[in-house]
């Protein structure tokens, strides 16, 4: 069974606190960037991988998507989701993203947020979602920044003061299993390099078509901590474009 904190009551409860929960896509600090990578959701079929509570599933049916399918392996997210979702053209799965499968060619544009950093093997995830796009279909997510998931711990080191020494990068090449602290709580991610990422793309088919390492926006740089976000890049962004049969990779 794959690790499912979000339905932990503790852990869910802290999680509904933050600005990215309370405010939506507006209180997410990589949104200004991430939104630029948006594709054209005119008519499209949208796969949202580990959907949370669903904005980027609504934000995709208001710009006018077919139809959006979010899938999350917590039913507490879900439950959120389908309580803030009134377009019918909006579906939910509850799954473990890795379990899935659908035909080929089944969707037109592929999403997720922050999600990837909980799935074992990314590479076989990236196979698959190369199956279930069309060709020219559109691949666009962010994970947790490999500088950022290194170490493990994702915390500063302090001084005895308390004050921000710096933030720990280590064991950068080995990859796997990290025993993360999130929201006060323990939460098991995994690390994987940058080449990781990009190789796994270009390996099924993908080319590369943007990559952002977001700096918070102007207007969040007055809330407690932000300022500190310029020291180390906590996420990356990526899009990718799905190569047809018979173009050059």
């Known amino acids: 069974m794959k690790e499912n904190k979000y339905d932990d009551s503790v852990f869910f409860e802290k999680y509904g606190q933050m600005e990215r929960s309370k405010k939506g896509l507006a209180g997410a600090g990589e949104w200004s960037e991430f939104r630029k990578m948006m594709p054209d959701f005119l008519g499209k079929r ?8 669903g ?10 998507a077919k139809a959006v399918l979010g899938v999350d392996i917590s039913e ?26 659908f035909p080929s060619g089944s ?5 997720s947020s922050l999600a990837f950093h909980y799935v074992k093997d990314f590479r076989a995830l990236v196979e698959k979602i ?32 308390g004050s ?29 390099t940058l080449t990781t990422y990009l190789g796994a793309l270009l390996e099924n088919g993908f080319s590369i078509q943007k990559l952002a390492e977001p700096k918070p926006p102007k207007e969040m740089m007055g809330l407690p901590g932000m300022k500190d976000e310029l020291r180390r890049p906590m996420m990356l962004l990526i ?5 047809g ?5």
């Open 164 to 192: 921000i020494l710096h933030f720990p990068v280590d064991n950068y090449f080995y990859e796997g299993k990290r025993d993360a602290v999130f929201l006060g709580e323990h939460v098991m991610k995994y690390h994987r």
């Open 239 to 243: 899009s990718a474009k799905k190569e």
């Open 245 to 249: 049969r018979g173009e050059k990779r």
């Open 46 to 53: 949208v796969l949202d991988l580990g959907c949370g509570y």
């Open 55 to 64: 904005w980027h599933c609504i934000y995709a049916a208001r710009n006018k």
């Open 130 to 161: 190369g199956e279930w796009l069309v060709d020219g279909g559109e691949f666009v997510f962010s994970v947790e920044h490999p500088v950022f998931t290194a170490y493990g711990s994702q915390d500063w080191y302090y001084g005895e003061d």
């Open 76 to 101: 507490k997210m879900l439950q959120k989701a389908r309580e803030m979702t009134k377009d019918t053209r909006i579906s939910y799965q509850m799954a473990a993203m890795e379990d899935l499968e």
């Open 107 to 111: 969707f037109d544009v592929v999403f």
